[in-house]
């Protein structure tokens, strides 16, 4: 991740005495990434307790967890996880340079690049099951399975974040790039194929099932985070070629500022949720 490329020296405390960053000379880069990153925190925490919250609330009451409770559970934990973390981590790699926090930071940050993009592939193919495989979805609607296939999602997480701690620029490439190359087409197929089915089964209709209506909205909200948070990374990885040739450059003006559109996805996911249940202002 962004804090191994730091020209750091190290003395007894882990503190770095002498470096001022690795971007100190392209530290617009750096400026956008911090900035926007730390405001997307501000908002994006208080929202994420509010989903916990109501999930919580919701349990409380009696009600079970559903499948799309439980992936969003696991989401939200990631997501307010790595949020809480953004302003200390901005902060290091500003002021700081303990290298202790670059090491949480980049360890922290596979929340957010890895688990984010596979739990919303996750929703997505469990909605999809639910619209388009019904009969299959009810005789296998059960939370077990679910809780499976987090505790997986969460192994590859913690896997990644781990091996982001010992491999400089992990993040930025192929292996990493490698999560959205399964999520990413996994999300958009599984939309379209709702989509369809949706339209065919109530062409022209103003009214749509309840269920079918909460599916859509599910589907709607993945788009939104398919478009903020997983599309610029890839495009930055695959197009970064093409705004420069020097390695430095790209790290300073793409491939570190363009992480702010995962942090845009951790904070406007859950504020998509609490709309969704009608917890926000209209």
């Known amino acids: 991740m962004l804090y191994h490329t730091q020209n750091s020296s190290s003395n007894g405390t882990g503190v770095d005495a002498t470096s001022e960053g690795h971007c100190a000379d392209l530290i617009m880069g750096i400026l956008v990434w911090a900035i926007f990153s730390s405001l997307f925190s501000i908002l994006g925490c208080p929202a994420c307790a509010s989903v916990l919250w109501e999930l919580l609330q919701r349990h409380r009451a009696g009600a079970p967890f559903t499948p799309n409770d439980i992936f969003m559970l696991n989401l939200t934990c990631m997501d307010f ?12 790699y500003l002021l700081w340079h303990f290298k202790i926090f670059q090491v949480a930071t980049d360890f922290l940050t596979a929340l957010n690049l890895s688990g984010r993009p596979l739990l919303t592939a996750c929703i997505c193919f469990d909605c999809y099951l639910a619209v388009v495989r019904p009969v299959f979805y009810r005789t296998h609607n059960t939370p077990t399975p679910r809780v499976v296939v987090c505790a997986i999602v969460w192994g590859l997480t913690l896997t990644q974040g781990a091996l982001s701690t010992i491999i400089d620029e992990f993040f930025h490439s192929p292996w990493a790039m490698s999560v959205y190359i399964v999520a990413l087409p996994v999300i958009l197929t599984c939309n379209v194929s709702i989509l369809c089915a949706l339209r065919s089964t109530f062409p022209g209709k103003a009214q749509i099932h309840p269920k079918k209506k909460k599916a859509l909205q599910i589907i709607t909200n993945s788009m939104v985070m398919t478009c903020v948070a997983y599309v610029p990374p890839v495009l930055g990885y695959i ?14 003006l793409v491939a570190i500022p363009i992480l ?14 609490l709309g969704n249940l009608g917890k926000l202002p209209q």
């Open 239 to 252: 197009l970064g070629g093409l705004v420069t040739s020097d390695d430095h450059e790209y790290e300073c």
């Open 81 to 92: 996880v790595f949020l809480l973390f953004i302003p200390t981590g901005c902060c290091n």
């Open 260 to 273: 702010v559109a995962p942090a845009a996805g951790s904070a406007v996911m859950p504020l998509l949720y």
